[in-house]
Nanobody, 116 residues
Framework: QVQVVESGGGLVQAGGSLRLSCAHSGSPSRTIAMGWYRQAPGDQRELVAMVTRGGNTNYADSGKGRFTILRDYAFNTVYLQMNNLTPDDTGVYYC??????????WGTGTLVPVSS
């Protein structure tokens, strides 16, 4: 069973920065895409950023210009660099991994509270 492990969450003040990390235990050669999703209290889980094997990235409008998703060369680890955080960025951040042919795996989430 593939495991997905996130780290790096924690309390941060508005205007601050945080870097989340995520690694999966599957074969890196099977990685199709990896990404980050956020679930705020009372809301549905929504995409924050994702990156594909080909290097294409996709960001939610709310994070453009502030968030950057990075991947390692092997493609079993991704990072989410978040700058200029606001209280609206508060939520549980989940890492998602899609492995060939079409298997989806999720981490258990890491909490990011942003204080005003």
């Amino acid at each position: 069973q593939v495991q997905v492990v996130e780290s790096g969450g924690g309390l941060v003040q508005a205007g601050g920065s945080l870097r989340l990390s995520c690694a999966h235990s599957g074969s890196p050669s099977r990685t199709i895409a990896m990404g980050w999703y956020r679930q705020a209290p009372g809301d549905q889980r929504e995409l924050v950023a994702m990156v594909t094997r080909g290097g294409n990235t996709n960001y939610a409008d709310s994070g453009k210009g502030r968030f950057t998703i990075l991947r390692d060369y092997a493609f079993n680890t991704v990072y989410l660099q978040m700058n200029n955080l606001t209280p609206d960025d508060t939520g549980v951040y989940y890492c998602h991994t899609r492995l060939y042919p079409a298997a989806d795996y999720w981490g258990t989430g890491t909490l990011v509270p942003v204080s005003s």
